[in-house]
């Protein structure tokens, strides 16, 4: 097949830094060729993603100055560039792209949301829903799409490959994310102060709100134990992941997935969370990681993650969340769609 995806014009794919969306994009483009298909990336002058690519903007813009008018103006042109070279189905991650699909004819379109289905969200896709299939990025977000049919789950997946596992002898908990209420940064440090384990914090810290969140909330309680590390990604971000006794994710909303625990099981990382969201289908309770909802049984499930398995956190990593493994299950779902014969394929994994 011949796949168009189209990519937002926030931030470059791969991301340089923090960017799950992006790295996931990375993932399936490569993991989409892996398996003997042509992919045409409409994504940021700025990108590096080893397939063809089309851009209409030469650099990313950042999250912080997202706006309608340049997604439409990249869609617009995204489009134009998918139907000139000849895809024969396009995957779209953008939230304007599904809505101009609508307003012309061309290859068959699905889209994948990213974010949680409510608010403005929520509305758009119910719109959407009966021209353009949807697919969800877990089973938690997928039953949240009040009157939205999903026509596929499709869980993240990450070059399980290309990380090499870490030890854990780094002697330290790990917060790895935004630099956001939500995600439970402060929640972190009084865990891991409660357990008397050190933590080192990667964040992204870019935006007002998330300065206004550090400066009011988190660097107060830095000092210690607790240091904040700035933000990360590609060597660094692994040697953090794999040098930790553990990832701390104490989210305090319902992620619609959560790449950060996948990454960390993949690195052979245990993770200690809070069940919200998709978190109990990435983390296996006893097996590669706790999950509580409370801090201080937060506190005492961080003091017990050193009789965990890390090869069998590594295995989950790699029986579940591979690239492969993403790219198998988004191939079957475009035949489907293209009204392909199946194929039979004994690599997917549920």
Same mark, same amino acid.
């Given at each position: 097949?011949?796949?168009?995806?189209?990519?937002?014009?926030?931030?470059?794919?791969?991301?340089?830094?923090?960017?799950?969306?992006?790295?996931?994009?990375?993932?399936?483009?490569?993991?989409?060729?892996?398996?003997?298909?042509?992919?045409?990336?409409?994504?940021?002058?700025?990108?590096?993603?080893?397939?063809?690519?089309?851009?209409?903007? @030469?650099?990313?813009?950042?999250?912080?100055?997202?706006?309608?008018?340049?997604?439409?103006?990249?869609?617009?042109?995204?489009?134009?560039?998918?139907?000139?070279?000849?895809?024969?189905?396009?995957?779209?991650?953008?939230?304007?792209?599904?809505?101009?699909?609508?307003?012309?004819?061309?290859?068959?379109?699905?889209?994948?949301?990213?974010?949680?289905? *409510?608010?403005?969200?929520?509305?758009?896709?119910?719109?959407?829903?009966?021209? !353009?299939?949807?697919?969800?990025?877990?089973?938690?977000?997928?039953?949240?799409?009040?009157?939205?049919?999903?026509?596929?789950?499709?869980?993240?997946?990450?070059?399980?490959?290309?990380? %090499?596992?870490?030890?854990?002898?780094?002697?330290?908990?790990?917060?790895?994310?935004?630099?956001?209420?939500?995600?439970?940064?402060?929640?972190?440090?009084?865990?891991?102060?409660?357990?008397?384990?050190?933590?080192?914090?990667?964040?992204?810290?870019? @935006?007002?709100?998330?300065? @206004?969140?550090?400066?009011?909330?988190?660097?107060?309680?830095?000092?210690?134990?607790?240091?904040?590390?700035?933000?990360?990604?590609?060597?660094?971000?692994?040697?953090?992941?794999?040098?930790?006794?553990?990832?701390?994710?104490? !989210?305090?909303?319902?992620?619609?997935?959560?790449?950060?625990?996948? %990454?960390?099981?993949?690195?052979?990382?245990?993770?200690?969370?809070?069940?919200?969201?998709?978190?109990?289908? !990435?983390?296996?309770?006893?097996?590669?990681?706790?999950?509580?909802?409370?801090?201080?049984?937060?506190?005492?499930?961080?003091?017990?993650?050193?009789?965990?398995?890390?090869?069998?956190?590594? *295995?989950?990593?790699?029986?579940?969340?591979?690239?492969?493994?993403?790219?198998?299950?988004?191939?079957?779902?475009? @035949?489907?769609?293209?009204?392909?014969?199946?194929?039979?394929?004994?690599?997917?994994?549920?």
């Amino acid at each position: 097949m011949r796949i168009g995806v189209i990519a937002s014009p926030w931030l470059p794919v791969p991301p340089l830094g923090y960017g799950g969306t992006e790295l996931v994009l990375d993932n399936l483009c490569r993991g989409l060729v892996g398996l003997g298909h042509d992919v045409l990336l409409c994504t940021t002058g700025d990108s590096t993603c080893p397939v063809e690519r089309q851009w209409s903007i @030469e650099t990313s813009v950042g999250v912080d100055l997202a706006s309608p008018v340049t997604e439409v103006r990249h869609v617009m042109d995204a489009y134009d560039a998918a139907r000139d070279w000849g895809v024969d189905i396009v995957h779209d991650h953008t939230v304007t792209g599904p809505i101009w699909a609508t307003l012309q004819s061309g290859p068959p379109v699905v889209t994948t949301n990213h974010g949680p289905f *409510e608010g403005d969200l929520l509305a758009i896709y119910q719109r959407l829903a009966d021209r !353009i299939p949807i697919i969800a990025i877990s089973h938690h977000q997928a039953a949240s799409a009040r009157g939205v049919p999903i026509t596929a789950v499709i869980h993240h997946g990450l070059d399980t490959a290309a990380v %090499e596992p870490g030890d854990g002898r780094g002697d330290y908990a790990l917060f790895l994310g935004r630099m956001s209420p939500t995600k439970g940064v402060h929640l972190a440090v009084n865990v891991a102060r409660g357990a008397g384990m050190p933590l080192r914090i990667a964040a992204k810290m870019r @935006e007002q709100l998330e300065h @206004e969140y550090f400066n009011d909330q988190v660097r107060p309680l830095l000092g210690g134990d607790i240091e904040y590390v700035g933000e990360v990604g590609g060597g660094p971000k692994q040697q953090l992941l794999g040098e930790a006794r553990c990832l701390l994710n104490p !989210i305090l909303w319902a992620e619609p997935f959560g790449m950060v625990m996948a %990454e960390a099981l993949a690195s052979g990382t245990p993770v200690v969370a809070t069940p919200f969201g998709a978190a109990p289908e !990435i983390v296996d309770e006893g097996v590669t990681g706790f999950l509580r909802t409370d801090e201080a049984s937060l506190v005492t499930a961080l003091s017990k993650v050193d009789e965990l398995d890390r090869a069998a956190c590594r *295995e989950a990593a790699v029986s579940r969340f591979s690239l492969e493994r993403m790219a198998a299950e988004h191939v079957v779902l475009f @035949e489907q769609q293209l009204g392909l014969p199946a194929q039979p394929r004994g690599d997917l994994v549920s």
